[in-house]
């Protein structure tokens, strides 16, 4: 009952005329992100968020700084569907399987019942995971209070795991990402010994990499670098959604209420994993399919097939929020993003977090519930302005991505030498992107590559050296076995798909 | 998306442009020189246990730099081993050429913003990529790329007070 008081506060904090006002500010900004190529989620809050540290100084600053932040993030979301859609390019990976209806009914002149059917199906989906995180997070957090070092090496450990079950990739190929990563966040002065480490006598160095301008230039550079090669031609479109369309599509969706919850369900259970939001959407697609009754009729036109994935999509969006707010562990890149924000205002993010900081943790749970009213209303209000804006060529809108990361990286820490250091992992981020080497578990490692080297250390030093003490308890056991089976998963798959089919490697 | 590379192969490669095989091959061995560098880097800070004070600074970067070298070694060998599958070029020219449309230009962007500043750098950068990448005529151009500008201007300089690289024509015009 004591959450109900908070989240009543969180109502009253999230309802203030400025923090409504940048809530809609933030699904505006978050819809243009997800909707033009080039910026997406990650990106889109890493250029915003050196802007929200004078914010934050202000008193009760840091909940309307996070306010604007995840509004950004619902906003990505919810463009996504947008592009895929209409002109069947995929805003977001995790609209990829949007595209496998969603075009076909565009083509039929159904535009506007699919964009409606998608963006509820987001709300609901999103709904869903912040009741549960309502419910769910006071109680997790508080059991991760006793957690010691060593279960939080567990953790961190089953995050990374993790990645190998849902990425696409090789697997050596996420496990040399993630290494980079942390590699990376290695650089620059131990946070134990003081010492410095791996700088090879370059001063600039010192302070290490900052993760935004790595994620600036891996995802918003090194997706424009990839957009390019389409060259500059770029298909806009109309789109008119009109009242009637809306409330026939949501008479509509009465009748899916199954694929809805099924949605619901995958979202919120694959989204607390790290890049689950991508698996999910996949996965409530497949299911939808499945459990459908005409499946040979998928892929022609089908409200399901737009209702399951986006469903799925932000529910685990949203769930991805959950990790995050209790034990300080992102689910997606774009709460690994949202977290070092956190950190950057001065937060303390894992379990103490639901202790010291009331306000800030119900003002953003309640702002979630509030944001995707919003958010919804916003974007069936501007989806033909949206689409529109999409007729502008692209080669007015590329540079000015180019220019907005170059703000974004140089606000950082009002350094040049960031912003060739954005160029650099421009380059990285487009080779990875080439050669299908996985971003999210590499920008997640530069994140929380330090917490994670100092859960080892504190460990290891209570242990007098033994990596035994990641396996003398059962709830650290369990988490380790828990990681080390979802690595072993693939590559025993993996080759067993392999002797069976023949071929490939994937 | 992007396509998958290890389907499709094309039997008229030529030669001087890089293959896939070539790119893969090329980054592993990359990654196994990094991880090895990391590691002997870290082994000199000290990369053992010391009674004294526990794990040294270097002990989690050597594990790590072992550890990547490692996994591109095993890249490596995936990549030799699906050579005949990775000969499909790493990029055709008709996608080389838009890449370095924009890749060539935001390089010499980023160095005349030391010269220009920020905000006139910026101007003559979208400006220019307008009139020779899309074509558009040039008083489309000037207006397209300086209103925003002027805009952003005003919401980081005055708004948000936040300053960036200033050059002399702002001086000039006694902003």
Redesign the interface.
């Known amino acids: 009952m004591e959450s109900f008081t908070y989240l009543w506060h969180g109502f009253q904090t999230a309802l203030t005329p400025y923090n409504f006002g940048l809530m809609l500010l933030g699904i505006t900004l978050g819809v243009l992100v997800g909707v033009l190529p080039g910026l997406g989620g990650p990106n889109g809050v890493a250029i915003l968020l050196?802007?929200t540290y004078?914010m934050s100084l202000l008193p009760g600053g840091t909940t309307s700084a996070i306010i604007l932040l995840s509004c950004i993030y619902w906003g990505a979301l919810f463009g996504g569907a947008i592009t895929s859609i209409l002109f069947n390019i995929?805003g977001e990976?995790w609209s990829?399987a949007t595209t496998f209806d969603g075009y076909p009914m565009a083509q039929q002149g159904r535009a506007g019942e699919a964009l409606t059917a998608a963006f509820t199906g987001s709300f609901v989906g999103a709904l869903f995971s912040v009741l549960l995180i309502t419910f769910l997070a006071p109680v997790i957090a508080n059991f991760a209070l006793r957690f010691g070092p060593p279960a939080f090496f567990g953790v961190y450990f089953l995050t990374f795991a993790s990645f190998s079950g849902t990425s696409r990739s090789?697997f050596?190929?996420t496990?040399?990402a993630t290494?980079?990563g942390?590699?990376l966040a290695?650089v620059g002065m131990?946070t134990?010994?003081g010492?410095l480490?791996?700088t090879?006598g370059f001063e600039t160095m010192i302070g290490g990499f900052d993760f935004l301008v790595a994620v600036i230039g891996l995802f918003g550079?090194g997706e424009?670098?990839?957009s390019?090669?389409?060259?500059?031609a770029f298909r806009g479109g109309k789109a008119k959604l009109d009242l009637a369309i809306v409330f026939k599509t949501w008479r509509d969706m009465f009748r899916h209420w199954k694929t809805l919850l099924q949605g619901c369900l995958i979202g919120a259970w694959m989204g607390v994993k790290p890049g689950g939001a991508i698996a999910a959407s996949f996965m409530a697609y497949a299911v939808a399919k499945r459990t459908g009754k005409n499946p040979e009729e998928f892929g022609t036109g089908r409200i399901e097939g737009v209702i399951a994935p986006e469903t799925a999509a932000h529910s685990a969006g949203a769930s991805a929020l959950l990790p995050m707010l209790t034990l300080g562990i992102p689910g997606s890149g774009t709460a690994a993003v949202l977290l070092g924000g956190l950190m950057m205002w001065g937060l303390q993010p894992g379990p103490t977090l639901f202790a010291e900081q009331k306000e800030f943790v119900w003002g953003l749970i309640a702002s979630m519930y509030l944001s995707n009213v919003v958010g919804l209303i916003v974007v069936l209000a501007t989806v033909p302005l949206f689409a529109a804006l999409l007729r502008i060529?692209f080669?007015?809108i590329?540079?000015?991505i180019?220019?907005a990361c170059?703000?974004g990286a140089?606000?950082v820490h009002?350094s040049?030498f960031d912003?060739?250091l954005m160029?650099i992992f421009g380059i990285i981020g487009?080779?990875c992107?080439?050669?299908?080497y996985p971003l999210a578990p590499l920008t997640l490692a530069l994140i929380l590559g330090d917490k994670m080297?100092d859960a080892?250390?504190q460990s290891?030093?209570g242990s007098r050296?033994s990596l035994l003490v990641f396996f003398s308890q059962p709830l650290e056991a369990t988490l380790m076995i828990a990681g080390l089976i979802l690595i072993a998963w693939p590559l025993v798959t993996g080759r067993r798909r392999k002797r069976i089919g023949g071929e490939?490697?994937r | 998306m992007t396509p998958s590379h290890e389907t499709t192969t094309d039997p008229n490669r030529s030669i001087g442009q890089p293959s896939m095989a070539t790119m893969e091959i090329g980054v592993a061995v990359f990654l196994i020189g990094f991880g090895a560098l990391i590691s002997q880097d870290s082994w000199k800070l000290g990369a053992r246990w010391s009674e004294l004070r526990g794990p040294g600074a270097g002990y989690f970067p050597f594990y790590l730099g072992i550890a990547l070298a490692l996994c591109g070694f095993s890249i490596l060998i995936r990549a030799v081993r699906l050579r005949p599958k990775l000969r499909v070029r790493f990029i055709e020219w008709h996608q080389a050429v838009p890449v370095l449309t924009i890749f060539v230009p935001t390089i010499a962007f980023v160095g005349s913003i030391h010269f220009l500043g920020f905000y006139v750098a910026s101007i003559v950068f979208v400006a220019c990529f307008m009139r020779f990448a899309g074509r558009m005529a040039w008083w489309k151009c000037l207006t397209y790329s300086s209103l925003p500008v002027v805009f952003l201007f005003w919401l980081f300089e005055k708004r948000f007070l936040v300053p960036m690289p200033r050059g002399k024509v702002e001086a000039l015009l006694g902003l």
């Open positions: 050196p802007l004078g995929p990976a990829v090789p050596s190929k496990a040399a290494l980079f942390f590699i290695a131990d134990v010994s010492t480490r791996l090879f550079l424009i670098l990839l390019m090669e389409e060259g500059l060529p080669a007015v590329a540079p000015f180019i220019v170059v703000m140089y606000t009002n040049m912003v060739w160029l487009y080779l992107k080439k050669l299908d080297e080892f250390r290891l030093l050296g490939g490697d």
